[in-house]
């Protein structure tokens, strides 16, 4: 049995009659309450590794364990926040969130369940705006009421696949707060899509490179140094802040399109890698255990992509 909360175990993916796998050969986990973000090309298979860990789709071999037990379909324990809102148009903001508290505690009574999808429309600013229906919403507040659905069921993880990549940038930055208000209210274990290197970096503690599909692979994990409790508007004044993000945009420009496996790299145990200056030590707790090796050293993306 997996040690880890969350653990991706030699997992691929090929669709009939396609000649070679979206991905193959995917190793990797996630730990209680850590926050993680997979980020790749399109084609690479990310929609589709969450799809399987949300038990919307099956593996073509290989297997996601959750909690010490295999993944063979949906549970109310994985909560997923979709690009779009996939709200239910002719409900109210209330009634969206509610019909997933009565999924979830049918034996409630009506005010039981109403009162605990108040205090989640509440935490995501939305109070007040229980009667109105989406239509009336801006995009916003639709991913604002997708995130209270998903929170309010109490899930051991929330799975977050681009929810803010249709969103103005204003709009983004907002959620992108919430999601760190309400990650570090709740502790809650978090796996999340981004095609975004700098919401990756504000919100992960780790970030899991994909190399391009097909016959994606994970090429290797990057630890997020930064410090934890961290904003967009100082981000960039953190020191590690520049050689974690040339990291990322040389591997997407560069490496992730003709990966080459460094010698004793093994797909079993992807690296841990750093990219801030003199970050060469041992993985942060949360990551103890899994295979780690000392960081290349940050280039300057100029100098790397030329």
Not at 1 to 23: C, D, N, Y
Not at 55 to 72: M, Q, T, Y
Not at 218 to 230: D, F, G, S
Request: hydrophobic share 45%.
């Amino acid at each position: 049995m997996s040690r880890h909360f969350i653990s991706v175990e030699a997992l691929k993916r090929q669709f009939p009659g396609t000649e070679k796998a979206v991905f193959e050969d995917l190793w990797f986990s996630v730990e209680k309450g850590e926050f993680v973000c997979i980020i790749g090309h399109s084609g690479c298979g990310k929609t589709t590794v969450l799809n399987i860990l949300a038990g919307l789709d099956r593996p073509s071999e290989g297997a996601i364990i959750f909690d010490g037990k295999a993944v063979e379909g949906p549970s109310l324990d994985r909560a997923v926040v979709f690009q779009g809102h996939a709200l239910m148009p002719w409900m109210s903001v209330l009634d969206n969130v509610l019909f997933a508290v009565q999924s979830r505690w049918p034996s409630w009574s009506r005010a039981e369940a109403t009162e605990h999808a108040r205090k989640y429309i509440a935490m995501v600013g939305l109070a007040g705006a229980e009667k109105k229906r989406p239509a009336q919403l801006s995009g916003g507040m639709k991913q604002r009421v997708g995130i209270a659905r998903a929170l309010s069921i109490e899930p051991k993880t929330l799975l977050m696949d681009e929810p803010f990549s249709a969103l103005d940038a204003l709009t983004r930055g907002t959620l992108q707060d919430e999601v760190l208000r309400l990650r570090a209210a709740t502790s809650l274990t978090v796996f999340m899509i981004t095609h975004d290197v700098d919401e990756a970096i504000l919100l992960a503690d780790r970030i899991v490179l994909m190399t391009n599909g097909p016959g994606a692979r994970i090429a290797e994990i990057l630890v997020n140094t930064l410090p934890k409790e961290r904003t967009r508007e100082t981000l960039h004044q953190q020191a590690d802040y520049y050689p974690i993000r040339n990291h990322l945009l040389d591997f997407l420009v560069r490496r992730s399109k003709d990966f080459a496996p460094p010698p004793g790299w093994d797909a079993r145990r992807p690296p841990h890698v750093y990219a801030g200056p003199e970050k060469t030590g041992p993985a942060p707790a949360a990551v103890i255990g899994a295979a780690t090796t000392p960081a290349p050293r940050s280039r300057p993306f100029a100098a790397a992509a030329s």
